[in-house]
């Protein structure tokens, strides 16, 4: 059965550094998206991707976050200066129009 | 934005009892999904059901859009179906979780 695959599965890294989650989709979907889930609570939109771009965004993807479809297949998000509250469990997940959205395993982040 | 409200919040069963979880929400949808999160935080799909019914085993799902309220059943629960069950909700896009049920089945 298809499904989301993400990598790494869990990642440590210092206050400040550069950190990239990557995520490979399911190969027919075209709708893309990151969510973060910090311990404990809901879970919560991130960034929706389509036709190569952003198509919408939440109040919290700001201007440290950034994403990238490379190509035909990876699907990337980048912060650029962790602080410790981003610390929390990131997923992908992709859909076809108008269909149910299949999430990754998830990638937990630990900024320390 | 639309509300999502889950109940309850925390949920104690022994093995083999039923169970009934419930997720309001405050605006018309077009997506409701149910997962459920298991020990290891993987988000597990269980049903894709803007409307009507749909049963996957001892699992069952009902929602009743005109309503704005989804139940999700699980009969004869076992040890493994503890865990966290989302209701998350959208348009034809994004999904809003809920704070999600947390689930403890025991022997």
Redesign the interface.
């Known amino acids: 059965e298809p499904e989301v695959t993400q990598t790494p599965s869990h990642q440590v890294t210092q206050m400040g550094q550069e950190v990239i989650l990557r995520c490979v989709p399911i190969s027919n979907h075209l709708?893309f998206?990151w969510?973060r889930?910090i311990l404990g609570?809901?879970?919560?939109?991130l960034v929706?991707f389509y036709n190569n771009e952003i198509?919408?965004k939440s109040e919290i993807f700001d201007d440290q976050f950034s994403v990238e479809r490379p190509d035909g297949s990876n699907f990337t998000l980048k912060i650029r200066s962790t602080k410790l509250e981003d610390s929390a469990?990131y997923?992908c997940a992709s859909k076809i129009?108008?269909?149910?959205?299949?999430?990754g395993?998830?990638t937990?982040l630990t900024v320390v | 934005g639309i509300q999502v409200e889950q109940s309850p919040p925390d949920l104690i069963l022994q093995e083999g009892a039923n169970s009934t979880l419930r997720c309001n929400f405050s605006d018309s949808v077009n997506n409701l999904q149910w997962f459920h999160q298991n020990p290891w935080g993987q988000l597990i799909n269980l049903f894709y059901i803007p409307s009507g019914t749909k049963q996957n085993g001892r699992l069952s799902a009902t929602t009743v859009a005109t309503e704005r309220y989804s139940l999700l059943y699980i009969s004869s629960s076992q040890t493994t179906d503890s865990g966290v069950y989302f209701c998350a909700v959208g348009g034809y896009s994004t999904l809003t979780f809920g704070k999600g049920t947390m689930l403890l089945v025991s022997p």
């Open positions: 709708y998206y969510y889930q609570q809901k879970v919560e939109f929706s198509s919408e469990m997923f129009q108008g269909t149910e959205a299949f999430f395993q998830g937990r």
